[in-house]
């Protein structure tokens, strides 16, 4: 074979292989293992004090916690990310989590969800947040739609448990469960009002 063949056949083949992951470029970074990889975790089970305003200069605390969804394949850029309610459970008369029904995935808010796109691009880190609770009301969670069936709040002395899941195009974690339990009492220090107010991931949800 002369250079001159070698060198055709070899752009040939680059030309070919340019083609195929062009087409099927996230198949074959999936396929070899080097594609978008997502998990999702509760973030800070102390939640994170805030202020929320009221109009008329005035404002209530206010506590929000919130989920870390990472791609620990930063060089692969999960796309139009989303982190959504799958599952979620309350304590039947038994006290056994009975599963609520759900209308079907319900994505939740970003972190300052007015400056973040709906659908997120995760190459370094992002936040969702998953609920919160301001003083002189119930517990929230926060989907961008909350329809009437969705009994996502939670009031004195009850419990209930989310399923939550990221999502993207090419890309998707493994649902994680959050139990959130509450008194009923408000605290403005921290390590009280953890004691007040439990957010914890538990095990593989069984609501999965």
């Given at each position: ?62 506590r929000y916690y ?10 692969a850029q999960a ?130």
């Amino acid at each position: 074979m002369s250079m001159d063949q070698a060198i055709q056949i070899a752009v040939a083949v680059g030309t070919i292989a340019v083609a195929i992951l062009a087409i099927w470029g996230d198949q074959v970074r999936h396929c070899l293992g080097l594609g978008p990889r997502l998990t999702l975790a509760l973030d800070d089970p102390q939640g994170e004090p805030i202020n929320i305003l009221e109009g008329e200069g005035r404002s209530s605390p206010a506590r929000y916690y919130h989920l870390r969804v990472r791609n620990s394949h930063r060089w692969a850029q999960a796309t139009n990310v989303r982190v959504v309610i799958v599952g979620l459970a309350r304590p039947a008369a038994d006290g056994a989590l009975a599963p609520q029904s759900l209308s079907g995935p319900l994505q939740l808010m970003w972190r300052f969800s007015a400056f973040h796109p709906t659908f997120s691009t995760v190459g370094p880190d992002d936040i969702a947040d998953l609920g919160f609770l301001k003083r002189g009301s119930s517990f929230v969670l926060t989907p961008f739609v909350y329809p009437a069936n969705f009994k996502g709040s939670l009031a004195r002395n009850e419990r209930l448990q989310v399923v939550v899941q990221a999502l993207a195009d090419n890309a998707e974690s493994k649902p994680i469960a959050i139990d959130v339990l509450w008194d009923g009492n408000w605290h403005d220090d921290t390590l009280e009002m953890a004691k007040c107010l439990v957010v914890r991931q538990v095990g593989p949800p069984a609501l999965a």
